[in-house]
């Protein structure tokens, strides 16, 4: 039985873009440009084409990813404190959303086989932060209140 700490692998043969690795790539990197082009020049507060959180929608309460388009709207604009009260955690783990983009385009490049080698306990980390983040910002309260969009 294999260890729990142990890096997912894939199945042998398995490949991240079916359609080959470099236009997969391309595909990615194309479908990002459009996504971060339509997000800069409009604005999710003042154009109601965005995707509404259904889960928001449904419970009134935040879900972890509510602000995260106002928030990259704001970070496309330079304005990083702006994007930070929308969403902290999209800010916060953006870096890290890059990293992984990052190693993924540049084993897709090379022809290499997708291997997100997260350790489970580093994927349990993640899961909680966010519940933890999600429950906090839906608590009434001034401190809470920092983490509502
Ligand atoms: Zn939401």
Redesign the pocket.
């Known amino acids: 039985m294999p260890s729990s700490d142990a890096p997912f692998k894939p199945a042998p043969g398995a490949r991240l873009f079916p359609m080959g690795a470099r236009a997969g790539l391309a595909v990615c990197v194309l479908l990002v440009a459009v996504a971060g082009l339509v997000l800069f020049w409009f604005d999710p507060r003042q154009y109601h084409f965005y995707p509404v959180?259904f889960?928001?929608k449904a419970t009134g309460l935040?879900?972890?990813?509510?602000?995260a388009l106002r928030g990259f709207h704001e970070l496309l604009h330079g304005q990083l404190a702006a994007a930070f009260r929308l969403n902290p955690m999209l800010v916060v783990s953006l870096p890290f959303l890059l990293w992984f983009g990052v190693r993924y385009g540049l084993q897709a490049a090379r022809n290499q086989p997708a291997s997100p080698a997260l350790r489970p306990a580093w994927l349990w980390l993640i899961l909680t932060a966010v519940l933890v983040v999600s429950v906090l910002r839906n608590l009434p309260g001034t401190p809470f209140a920092l983490l509502r969009p």
């Open positions: 959180c889960f928001h935040l879900c972890p990813g509510c602000g």
